[in-house]
């Protein structure tokens, strides 16, 4: 059986920003292998998800889908 205490919440690390970390981490992974966008899935009712990917450029791209297109390499 899966424990909802086991899983890892990045909301405890909040203030370490280990959000930001993972997400320069991708966004520069995705730009070297030449993605044109980073899309993440996040709740509507996560505000403090939304105010964090929208903080960083992030637009609406379906339910629960956003987007921050990426710099071409060049």
Known sequence: EHSRAAEPSLHEHEAEGVGRQLLEFAEGYAISEGAAALQVVCS????RALEFYRGRG???AGEDLLEL???RPG
């Open 69 to 71: 297109v990426l710099p």
């Open 58 to 60: 992030f637009v609406p």
């Open 44 to 47: 509507l009712h996560d505000r």
